[in-house]
């Protein structure tokens, strides 16, 4: 459920960008809402309903919907097959489960961050034609080459997991369960990291936040000399 919620709140994000990027710009009534802290609650309560809601079936029972449980081959608590229904098909629930929680975000931060894009190459040439000569404040490649990795990243590390995650590999899987459970899960917690690692990889502006950051850090722990590199003179 955890993992489903933070694919959704991935896609927040991403929406959430597009809205203030993109949308404010045209000054549609009411759409600086969104952007406003206790909207940005409301929605983070509504994405664990949503969640709830989607694996409502298992939760009460329906059938055909699987059953929760603890997974031996994966070494993790999952949705699993009910002992009654195993005969019907060898694939998980989870699998389904998986698809579809990971796929609709996928669309979303997809269609949101190619608005973005569109967005920001029309403006950065509408600026050069308004004013020739004139270097435009918006740098339209980074920018773009910034969502296009956010958007790769995303995809390379969640639909890898998609044929565990349905029980197609599981033959291939070794025996050690924890070692299971820290390559599967550890796959997709990495999603949140690459994020940060490309923020700083393509932002100046981040990369020195983390600078201020890491000099401020080593001054309080007392290592003055890595303090005076990290910050400014």
Not at 16 to 22: D, E, F, G
Not at 118 to 146: E, Q, Y
């Amino acid at each position: 459920m955890i993992a489903y919620t933070d694919f959704f709140n991935m896609a927040l994000i991403a929406l959430t960008r597009c809205i203030s990027i993109v949308f404010t710009q045209y000054n549609v009534p009411g759409i600086t809402k969104f952007s406003s802290p206790k909207v940005t609650m409301i929605s983070c309560l509504l994405l664990w309903l949503l969640t709830f809601i989607i694996l409502s079936p298992t939760t009460f029972g329906a059938e055909g919907f699987g059953t929760f449980g603890y997974d031996q081959t994966h070494g993790k608590c999952e949705i699993k097959q009910c002992k009654e229904q195993a005969s019907d098909s060898n694939i998980s629930p989870s699998g389904w489960y998986f698809l579809g929680a990971s796929t609709v975000p996928c669309l979303i931060i997809i269609a949101s961050y190619i608005m973005i894009s569109l967005f920001i190459t029309a403006h950065s040439r509408r600026m050069t034609k308004v004013h020739p000569g004139r270097k435009s404040t918006v740098d339209a490649t980074r920018i773009n080459v910034t969502v296009l990795a956010i958007a790769i990243s995303y995809f390379i590390f969640t639909f890898p997991v998609l044929p565990i995650e349905f029980g197609l590999l599981d033959t291939y899987l070794p025996e050690n369960t924890a070692f299971n459970t820290l390559c599967i899960m550890s796959w997709y917690w990495w999603i949140y990291a690459s994020n940060f690692l490309i923020y700083v990889a393509t932002t100046q502006e981040f990369r020195t936040i983390y600078r201020l950051f890491l000099g401020d850090l080593a001054f309080k722990l007392g290592a003055t000399s890595l303090a005076e590199k990290l910050l400014p003179p």
